[in-house]
């Protein structure tokens, strides 16, 4: 386990500096720069700026730089407003982990319930009922969702009031963050249970005598929720850092929105830290996926 971890870890390592030397050769090969603008600047002006942002020197030399600088955990400033780009990231980050959190643990917990009602409910009145909504969830897209949820709940019957910083309300955002997950782990875990209940070892407890919901929880759910696993890693850290849309419609100011911002507005080192964090945090939740199958199932060797 621990050699498998160390080298895991030096995969991720070596990812994320790959990761950081094609953005940054790529940022900087798009034509245009970060102070251009609708009103254009003088010359004197933009030698000033660039020499005091070292975009000056030669692209492979600012690439050293700024690596220079990660490791010493200095992600620069906003070429935009001179804010601290670590302290933006924080902020931002903390206010779509609430809601991306929250989201992640309600398409969980659904997901997991209503894929093994379905599962042991085949052909069923249950399963038809979930399998609908299931469907119609992946097929809706999450703006259309959204905006159908603050139309209804927020404007029409003024049942949840509208995102503000000062009395935030959670309840929308989660539901159309959670809604699309939610319904994918649901089909993962009705085939995987589908597959599981069909096993030597579940027909052989069964005709032992073992009793239902043991067999279901001990012996089906455990081994039916590695693919659920395998796709619960990428998908916390994708809704952890935010969900651009979902940010534009209830305008919360999370990381998504930051890191879109930071693109129109040639930001390069928010472009980079927003970047590097959200590789990071991928990776991560990536390596912690595979620890978390030699929990579920010990039988798995990792080498």
């Known amino acids: ?52 942002y070292g975009l000056d020197k030669p692209v492979p030399v600012q690439f050293v730089n700024y690596m220079r600088n990660i490791f010493r955990g200095d992600f620069g400033v906003s070429l935009k407003n001179g804010r601290d780009i670590a302290q933006m990231i924080g902020e931002s980050f903390t206010v779509s982990a609430k809601i991306g959190g929250m989201a992640v643990i309600v398409a969980l917990i659904f997901g997991i319930i209503l894929g093994s009602i379905a599962a042991l409910n085949r052909n069923k009145w249950p399963d038809h009922v979930i399998i609908f909504f299931v469907t119609l969830f992946t097929a809706m897209p999450s703006f259309v969702f959204a905006s159908f949820l603050l139309l209804i709940f927020c404007i029409q019957l003024g049942w949840v009031p509208v995102w503000s910083t000062e009395n935030p309300s959670y309840v929308l955002p989660v539901m159309a963050l959670s809604l699309s997950p939610m319904a994918y782990i649901t089909r993962l875990t009705k085939t995987s249970m589908l597959d599981v209940l069909g096993q030597d070892y579940v027909r052989t407890a069964r005709a032992k005598g073992v009793s239902p919901l043991k067999v279901i929880f001990i012996h089906s759910l455990r081994n039916a929720l590695i693919p659920v696993i395998t796709y619960v890693g990428p998908l916390t850290a994708s809704i952890l850092t935010g969900s651009l849309v979902i940010e534009k419609i209830f305008t919360i100011g999370g990381l998504g929105s930051k890191f879109v911002d930071s693109i129109t507005n040639r930001d390069y080192p ?17 390596l912690l996926s595979d620890i978390v199958y030699k929990i579920v199932d010990p039988r798995i060797k990792l080498e």
Do not use: Q, W
């Open 1 to 52: 386990m621990a050699k498998y971890i160390v080298k895991r870890v030096l995969l991720a390592l070596l990812s994320l500096f790959l990761i950081c030397f094609i953005t940054f050769f790529t940022m900087n090969a798009i034509p245009g720069g970060p102070f251009n603008g609708e009103k254009a600047k003088s010359e004197a002006v933009m030698k000033v700026l660039n020499e005091r």
């Open 270 to 286: 928010l472009i980079m830290g927003t970047t590097i964090f959200l590789a990071t945090l991928m990776v991560t939740m990536n």
